[in-house]
């Protein structure tokens, strides 16, 4: 199994603070990709990684921002989280059993109040 | 404007019988179609795919039907199992765009005994 952990799992919050979730795999895969998961709407991906300093936005990025200064580490913000925020949160990695396979990891639930 | 969709949230079968999830798509580029199945408080795992260029993938008990003229997708599981009880969620890919996936809203399986 790929090596991908999230943390942190579970983030409780209050509507303005500021939220980092981190990912981190032992893979050295090049692209890396955040996704939300909500009811009704699947997962939609925030922003995407395609190596070291090389983010790119997807659907749902406003308010969201990345970073990738290592290969292994790709971190998610919330500079001020607000309710509709509240959301799991899966990162993910490229498989290889497929093209187009993503790995994801277990999942970070954020709830903002 | 949902690219992909899945418009049955949740379908229910005997144990034994055959399970048809079903996912349309309106774009005519991606190149790749997915199953991914989630069991609550983990990650997505991917299931099976097919290219946009096949008909039809199997792998042990399931099979994915590709209908191009459509746009529609669908996973059969045969014979189904009370362990497949899950969301399932269909994806299609871009292979040129940063191997991004365009999920749809899930289809919760359950199998009764």
């Known amino acids: 199994d790929a090596g991908i952990t999230q943390s942190p799992r579970h983030k409780v919050t209050e509507t303005g603070t500021p939220v980092t979730l981190r990912c981190h795999q032992t893979e050295n895969h090049r692209y890396m990709y955040w996704y939300r998961q909500d009811p009704g709407h699947g997962l939609r991906l925030i922003h995407y990684?395609?190596?070291?300093?090389?983010?790119d936005k997807g659907e749902v990025s406003d308010g969201y921002s990345v970073s990738r200064s290592k290969t292994e580490d790709f971190l998610l913000t919330l500079e001020s989280a607000t309710s509709s925020q509240t959301s799991v949160y899966f990162c993910?990695?490229?498989?290889?059993?497929?093209?187009?396979?993503?790995?994801f990891g277990e999942g970070s639930r954020l709830t903002v109040l | 404007d949902q690219q992909v969709k899945q418009n049955s949230p949740s379908l229910s079968v005997q144990e034994g019988r055959i399970s048809i999830l079903n996912c349309d798509y309106t774009n005519s580029m991606f190149d790749y179609f997915l199953w991914y199945k989630k069991y609550p408080a983990e990650g997505p795992t991917f299931l099976i795919s097919i290219s946009s260029i096949k008909d039809k993938n199997e792998d042990g008990r399931f099979t994915v039907f590709l209908n191009k003229s459509a746009k529609h997708l669908s996973l059969h599981i045969v014979p189904s199992q009370p362990g497949d009880s899950a969301v399932y969620f269909c994806a299609a890919a871009l292979l040129n765009a940063g191997n991004m996936l365009t999920f749809g809203g899930g289809t919760r399986l359950m199998v009764k005994p």
């Open positions: 990684s395609y190596g070291v300093k090389d983010t």
């Open positions: 993910a990695i490229s498989g290889e059993r497929s093209p187009g396979e993503l790995f």
